[in-house]
């Protein structure tokens, strides 16, 4: 009797083993721990760069509204009761003092430096990754909102009789512009994953 228990156990384990289909883990598809942590890092830095900046003024795009366009935005303003707000002058009402307008500066050069290293990184720690789309466009979002910002600061300082050539605008500027070579390579990795899959 134990020996036909364990013969019957033994032919339904084996059974059950024949039946599980064994697919080829196909390489690309899955992502490393790494690689998620990555990805997120670079969302949310994107993101928390775009809503700082909206919430602050310096910016007129407001991530959780996207059914409003981004030249319309940028053309008009942001329209509240049919009232084109001027930027500039809305931020001036709050931050009256150059030093604050200063500091501000400071500030906003510190979320769109991390923005760009933590990109960065993403793509030096994940040089086979091509599906940056959903990065991309967050990236994208925060790039509109960082140039935005360098305008607004910029003609915050002329209104107030500061020069905007000042080292911590010049600093500003920069980092857009580094904000923007990173967006531009995650570009054209997207674009060579199509290519290549054309």
Known sequence: MKRLAIGLVLAVTLSACATVEMAPVQSGTLMSQSEIQDRSAVKLSARKLSSVFSTEGWSRINPSNRSQSAVNILVRGLKKTGKVIDPVRNYLTRRSESDMITADISRADEYVVATTISAREFLRNNP?????????????????SARQAEAMFQQA???????????????????????????DAYGIRLRGSSAGAS
Not at 128 to 144: C, H, N
Not at 158 to 169: I, P, Q, R, T, Y
């Open 128 to 144: 086979s990754a091509t599906d940056v789309g959903s990065e991309l466009s967050d990236l994208e979002t925060a790039l509109l």
């Open 157 to 183: 300082l002329a209104e107030k009789g500061v020069s905007e050539n000042s080292l911590d605008m010049a600093r500003l500027s920069t980092s857009v512009d580094q904000l923007r070579d990173v967006t």
